[in-house]
DNA sequence: CTTGACCCTATAGTAGCTTCAGGGTGTGAA
DNA sequence: TTCACACCCTGAAGCTACTATAGGGTCAAG
C-alpha cells in the first residue's frame, strides 16, 4: 500500500503521515528500490490508533507515552488513568472559560443593536472605554453577575 | 514612561509590547539617544485595547481590522458587528466540540474503573480495539445518544 | 568604578501540521 | 516512443501569538 491509498483509508492527508513518522510516532515502512513507502495493515492500525487519540485532543507527546505503554503492557495502567483524567480536567477548564467568553462577547454584542457608523458603533466605544480604564460591559458582567 | 512600566500599568510582559510593535499593532515610540522607548498615555490606551480584545478571544488580524475602524469612524459600523458575530459563532462552536470531547473522554474513563496493569487497562484496549476499526465506546456514544 | 537592574536587537523555539520548491517515478494514450 | 499526468520524494518555510535565549549597551546608586 502507497502512501497515498494509505492516507485515503484512514482519512488524513499525505503530509500528516509523513509528519508522524519523522516524529517517531509511526514506525518507518520499507521502501521500494525508487524510495516509496510501502505500508501493511499493521501501519493503518498505528495510524489509526494515533487519528483516534488525536480526535479525542490528546498531544502527539501523549500519544507516545500510550505507544509506549502498548509496547511494554507489563505496568502503567494507572499512569494513564491519570493522563486521561489531567486530560479531561484541561478539556472541562477549556470549555468553562470559552463559555465564560461567549457570555462576554454577547454582552459586548447588545451594545450595539443596530448598525450605523463606527463613530457610533456601542461595540467600539465599549473597547474604547475599556482601554482607557473606564470599565467594560463584557467583563463587569463577570463581577455583577 | 519606559517599556517595563508601561508592562507592568497594563499587566503583560515587555516582549509582548515589543512583539506588538514589530507587528504594527502598536504605533511605535519615541526614542530616547540611547534607542531606550518612552511611551505616553495613548499608549497605554492603545495596549489595553489590544489586551483587552485578545482576553475576548480576539485574533491579532481582527484587532488590526478594530483599530483601522477606531482610526477612520466614518465607515464599517456593519463590518464591526459582523466581526463579533463571527467570534461568537466561531467560540460557541468551540464549546460544542469541546463538550463532546469531554463526554467522550469520561466514556472512555470509565472504561478503566480500577487501575492493574496495561495488559488489563481498558482504556488501551478501547483505543487499540478502535484503531482495528471495530468501534469504539467514545465515539459510538455520539451515535448512539 | 563596579554592581545590578534595566534596555536593545536578532534569532529560534513552541504545537501540529500545511504549503512550497524542486525534483523523480510509473502508467496509459497518441 | 514520447508525452502527459498523477503520484512519490526531500527539505525548508509558514502559520499563531507569543516566549526564551544570546549577546550586548545604559544608567543610577554605592
Ligand atoms: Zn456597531
Ligand atoms: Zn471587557
Ligand atoms: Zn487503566
Ligand atoms: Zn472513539
Redesign the interface.
Known amino acids: 500500500m502507497l502512501i497515498g491509498e494509505l492516507a485515503k483509508m484512514a482519512g488524513c492527508e499525505v503530509e500528516t503521515i509523513r509528519y508522524y513518522e519523522k516524529e517517531k510516532l509511526l514506525t518507518a515502512p520499507d521502501r521500494s528500490p525508487a524510495g516509496y513507502r510501502h505500508y501493511r495493515s499493521e501501519h493503518l ?2 495510524l ?2 494515533i487519528l ?2 488525536r ?3 490528546i498531544s502527539l507527546a501523549e500519544i507516545r507515552q ?1 505507544a509506549d ?2 509496547a ?7 499512569e ?2 491519570q493522563l ?2 489531567r ?2 480536567k484541561s ?2 477548564q ?2 468553562e472559560s ?2 465564560l ?2 457570555q ?3 454582552v ?2 447588545q451594545r ?1 443593536p443596530q ?7 456601542g ?2 466605544q465599549t ?2 472605554q ?4 473606564e470599565g ?1 460591559a ?2 463587569d458582567s463577570e463581577r455583577s453577575s
Open positions: 492500525g498505528e489509526n490508533f483516534h487519540c480526535s479525542l485532543g500510550l505503554f502498548r511494554d503492557p507489563t505496568l502503567a495502567c494507572e494513564i488513568n486521561i483524567d486530560h479531561i478539556v472541562h477549556q470549555v470559552l463559555r467568553l461567549e462576554q462577547l454577547q459586548l454584542r450595539c448598525a450605523s457608523d463606527a463613530a457610533h458603533c461595540i467600539l473597547l474604547v475599556a482601554a482607557e480604564g467594560c463584557c467583563h
